[in-house]
């Protein structure tokens, strides 16, 4: 991951905290459909960037990483949910971070 810059975190709709607390949930949820994604990482303010294939850039809160669209469907498997909880943590994007946030 690369780090570009910080910024202050956005507030989040009550959908996509529930969407947050669902990528971080242990177990790992196997139905978690990616047009959501998409829609919680434009929310965020993430800017992403179509590259060949499946695979995405994505900028976040000053850090970049490469995403995959599902192959087959459009849910994501549980690796493919764990290397998307790997991004958001690194970009600090976890439940935590924007509860304390929307708390001060």
């Known amino acids: 991951m690369l780090r570009v810059s910080a910024?202050?975190?956005?507030?989040?709709?009550?959908?996509?905290?529930?969407?947050?607390?669902?990528?971080?949930h242990d177990p790992i949820s196997g139905n978690i459909h990616w047009r959501e994604i998409e829609s919680l990482l434009n929310h965020l303010g993430a800017s992403i960037e179509s590259?060949?294939?499946?695979?995405?850039?994505?900028?976040l809160h000053g850090y970049e990483g490469i995403l995959h669209r599902p192959h087959r469907g459009n849910t994501l498997g549980r690796g493919d949910i764990q290397?998307?909880?790997?991004?958001?943590?690194?970009?600090?994007?976890?439940p935590s971070q924007y509860e304390a946030a929307r708390d001060r």
């Open 7 to 24: 910024t202050p975190l956005r507030p989040v709709s009550h959908k996509h905290e529930n969407l947050l607390r669902a990528i971080f």
């Open 51 to 59: 590259l060949s294939g499946a695979r995405m850039r994505v900028k």
């Open 83 to 94: 290397h998307l909880r790997d991004y958001l943590s690194h970009a600090r994007a976890t």
